[in-house]
C-alpha cells in the first residue's frame, strides 16, 4: 500500500480545550473518513505527538461531519495564561498530526483526488 | 409570521482584538438583519475587573464605543440590530459610553439594553455560605483553596435575557458574560417567538452559533487547503440566514473574499469541540452529531436536522484567580550556526542567573528555538536543513515575583556578552507578569437572578 501523510486524504482544524487541545480531522471523502475510523486510533495519535502531548488521547467520531474528534489532555504547557510556549493555544496541533506518515489503499486514495 | 421568513445574523467580531473591519464590511457591503460581536475570553474578564478596579468607569471594551461610532448612521438607516458581550465586568458603563456616542450624533428614540446578573464575583461568599462550593470542573478542588486570589467571577448566561431585550424594542444590546452562542440564538427567539422546551430549535441556533462564533475561522480563515481560499485579504464575516424551522443556511456577503462550503464550515464545527453529541448551554443540549449539511449554491451550505436535548440544572460559572508570575523574551540568532549558537545563549542564561542564586527547575523554565521545530516538536520533517537564522525564545514562571523578574534583565546582555550575530532585543527587557488561573465551576440556576434595563437617546 502506498504510504502517504494524512493531510493526503484529510484536513484538520484545531484548538485550545482547558490545559489541553483538540484536533478535529475531518476526512477528505467517504470513504477516507471510513478508513480513518478504523486507522487513526487513539493511541496512534499520542505516539505520534508525543513530544507535544504528555496526557491521555481520547476520540470521539461524528459520521455526519466526517470529523474525528481527538482530545489531547496535556499539550499546552499548563495552558491558558500559565503555558509560556509559543503555541499555547494549540492553532498548529491539526498541521502536526496532519503530518503523521500512513499506509493508505489505493481506493480511498483514488476517492480523494480530483 | 409566514413560515418562508428569513432573519440574517452575521458575527462580526470573533474575538477581542479581531479586525474592526469585518464588522464595518458587514454593515455596508450587503443586507443585514444582526450584528452579533464576540469581544469575551476567559482571560479577558480578569483584566477588565482589574481596570474597573482602577478607574471605576472602566471594565468593559472600549473597542465596541469605537465601532459604534463609525457604523451607527448605517445601522439607523438600514435599522440593524446589535448584539454584544462588550459590557464585560462594567456594562452600565459600556451602556453609558455608548448613549454618549449616540448623542454626539444627535439619534433620538434608540434603545439600547443592558442584560446583566452574570457578575457574582462579590456574590461568592454568600454562596459559599449557602453550601456552594464551586469545585473545579477539571480537578475537582473546592473553591475555598483559592478563594482569596480570585479575581472575576461569571455566569454563562444564555440567550433568552437577550431576547427579553430585542422584544422590548433594544437596537442594541449589550451583555456582559453569557454563551458564545447565545448571541445568535437571542435574535432567533426574538424573531420566531422559540419556546424554552423547543429544545431541536435552541439546539438549531447553537449550531449556527458556533459555526459563526470565531467569525472569519468559517469563511476560509485558518483552512487547512490555504491555496484554494480566494481573497483572503477581503474575507467575507459570516452570516446566518435563518428560518423559524430552525433549519438555516451559513452564507457571506456577495463580492467578499473567502467562501462557504461544506468543508470550511466544517472546520469550524470542529474547533474547541468537546464531545460533539453532548454541547451544553444553559438554554440546551445540541447533538453535533444529527444534523445534515449541504452545498445549496456557491457559498451557501444548508444545516438542517439538528437535535437538542433539555438543559441541565446548572450554570457553567467562569472563574480566574492570581495564580504565580511569568516572564518571556526573546532574541534572534544569524546563522553561520544559529542553532549551536542560540543552545550556547540559553545555557549561558540559566548560568549567569545561577552565579546569581536564583535557580529555575524544568518545571518553572522554557526555551524554544523558533525555526528549528517548535510547533511540531517530535515529529519529522522532509527537507528540513539546517536554519538559517533561530528566535531564541526563553521564559520562566513560578509563585516569587523577585525571582521571576530576575530573569528578563540576563536575555539582552547577550547581544554583547555572548556568541556573534545575536540580535532583535528591540522589545526591550521582558517584565513580569500575572499568570491568571481558569476556574470552571458548576452552580444550580435558581440561585442566579437576570435582569433586562433598556433606555432611550
Known sequence: ?114 | MSDSKKVLIANGQGFWGDSILGPVRLVNEGPLDYLTLDYLAEVTMSIMQKLKSRRPEMGYATDFVKLIDRVLPQLVEKNIKVVANAGGVNPHACKDAVMAVIEKHGFKGIKVAVVEGDDILDQLDDLMAKGEDMKNMDTGEPLSTVRDTVTSANVYLGAFPIAEALDQGAQIVITGRGTDPGLVIGPMIHEFGWKADEYDKIAAGTVAGHIVECGAQCTGGNYTDWRNVPDMARIGYPIIEASADGSFVVTKHEGTGGMVTVSSVTHQLAYEMGDPANYITPDGIADFTSFNMEQEGPNRVRVSGVKGAPPTPTYKVSMSYHDGWKSVGQLTVSGPDALEKAELCAQIVWQRLAFDGFDYDASERMVEFVGANVCHEGIELEGAGEPAEIVLRMGVKGSDQEKIERFGPELVPLVTSGPPGVTGFAGGRPKATEIIGYWPALLRKELIKTSVSVFCS
Open chain 1, 1 to 114: 500500500m502506498p504510504i502517504v501523510p494524512l493531510s493526503t486524504i484529510a484536513n484538520a482544524r484545531s484548538g485550545d480545550k482547558g490545559e489541553g487541545s483538540n484536533v478535529g480531522i475531518i476526512g477528505r471523502s467517504r470513504p477516507a473518513y471510513e478508513f480513518l475510523k478504523g486507522a487513526l486510533t487513539p493511541d496512534a495519535v499520542r505516539v505520534h505527538m508525543k513530544q507535544i502531548n504528555f496526557g491521555k488521547v481520547r476520540r470521539y467520531d461524528a459520521d455526519n461531519m466526517m470529523v474525528l474528534n481527538f482530545l489531547l489532555e496535556d499539550s499546552l504547557g499548563g495552558g491558558g495564561s500559565a503555558s509560556l510556549k509559543t503555541d499555547a493555544q494549540g492553532k498548529t496541533h491539526g498541521l502536526a498530526l496532519l503530518r503523521m506518515s500512513m499506509e493508505v489503499p489505493q481506493n480511498v486514495l483514488d476517492s480523494v483526488s480530483k
